[in-house]
């Protein structure tokens, strides 16, 4: 984030997360201040204009949190961010996420009992929604009720019988051969978004896993990864088109993918840089940096690689993940491969059929 003088700052209070299409929201938080959403992106007009509008707020005397009524859903929710049950086994964009939510619970009934919040709420609420934010919304508000009535503040979960709404959608959008080449047209060898999507198509990782990764984690041509999301540990042989581009592209940091002022992305500031990069090479906005792992994992699976060797590569834990992420592999082809194969076999087994000249 920059002022003026183009120097760089870091904007106190600020919190920001990417949603499922890609799209960052910046929110300002400041102990005694309501939740406000900032609009625009970090440095605009707007921005700054709501930013600094927020500052101004007065702030609510120290403590007065603590003066929270025991019960309520503003004291639950703080005692829900030191539990296990929020810090334990989520992803560090799903906690934002859900501490977005809760926020604005907090501003919306944060000094009524939290024991009283009855069914038809939760559906209200679910109603106004989008199904993506209607399904996020419903995750959240269910896992502090089921806190809350572990700990008997509240005797009955009132989500209980709610159920998630369906979300008919095949996720991140999974890029096509024709919009890896059009990248690749316009974003010369050498380039930092050249790099960028060679390390996320070359490799099957999540972007948060690609920006931190940089020549210490490759030894002996193999890249070794330790995936933030899952913890797990993979060893993935350097493919040859992702070595030839890392020796072309110049590098002096620890990682290989660096801000202007030399510095790692930050999870939103990497969104919106590559989203950037695929404006500037005319893809539409569908077009993510995710989308390129599971085009990633659809060339696997297009080359006929099984869906054990497909989670090899990209960590998936179940292979109900693989299937999900190779829907868009190329049928046509793999259909191809089929016949091709059982031609052979029958070639190899049957004797030529002979033509009887007449």
């Known amino acids: 984030m920059t002022n003026s003088r183009n120097s760089t700052i870091r904007l106190r209070y600020v919190q920001a997360w990417v949603d499922h299409d890609g799209r960052a929201h910046h929110y300002f938080r400041r102990r005694g201040c309501p939740l406000v959403r900032l609009p625009g992106l970090p440095g605009?007009?707007?921005f700054m204009r709501a930013y600094e509008a927020a500052l101004e707020e007065p702030q609510a005397p120290l403590g007065a949190e603590k003066r929270s009524l025991p019960g309520s859903v503003s004291a639950v929710i703080a005692?829900?961010?030191d539990s296990e049950q929020f810090f334990g086994s989520k992803a560090v964009g799903t906690k934002a996420m859900r501490r977005a939510i809760l926020e604005r619970l907090r501003v919306q009934a944060g000094d009524q009992p939290i024991a009283k919040m009855p069914p038809s709420f939760i559906k209200k609420v679910i109603d106004r929604k989008s199904p993506h934010a209607a399904c996020n919304w419903l995750k959240t508000i269910r896992s502090l009720c089921q806190f809350a009535v572990a700990r008997e503040w509240m005797r009955d979960d009132p989500t209980r019988d709610i159920k998630v709404p369906s979300v008919?959608?095949?996720?991140y959008h999974t890029w096509t051969e024709e919009e890896?080449?059009?990248?690749?047209?316009?974003h010369p060898v050498g380039s930092k978004a050249r790099l960028a999507l060679a390390l996320l198509v070359c490799t099957g990782q999540r972007p948060g896993?690609?920006?931190k990764m940089g020549r210490q984690h490759i030894r002996d041509g193999i890249l070794h990864v330790k995936q933030e999301k899952t913890g797990a540990t993979l060893v993935v042989p350097l493919h040859?088109?992702?070595k030839a581009i890392l020796d072309a592209t110049p590098s002096e940091h620890l990682t290989f993918l660096v801000t202007r002022y030399g510095k790692p992305y930050g999870a939103v500031n990497f969104s919106i840089w590559f989203r950037t990069q695929c404006d500037a090479a005319g893809l539409p906005k569908e077009c993510s940096a995710h989308g390129l792992r599971k085009a990633a994992c659809r060339r696997l699976a297009e080359a006929g690689c099984s869906a054990n060797e497909i989670a090899a590569i990209s960590g998936h834990k179940t292979l109900k993940e693989v299937e999900r992420y190779t829907k868009a592999a190329d049928q046509a082809r793999l259909a191809r491969n089929a016949i091709a194969r059982i031609g052979n076999a029958e070639c190899q087994t049957r004797r030529p059929i002979s033509v009887?000249?007449?």
């Open 209 to 211: 896993d690609v920006r």
């Open 44 to 46: 605009s007009a707007e």
């Open 180 to 186: 890896i080449a059009q990248f690749e047209a316009h």
């Open 79 to 81: 005692a829900y961010y």
């Open 240 to 242: 040859s088109e992702l």
């Open 356 to 358: 009887k000249q007449p």
């Open 168 to 171: 008919k959608s095949d996720g």
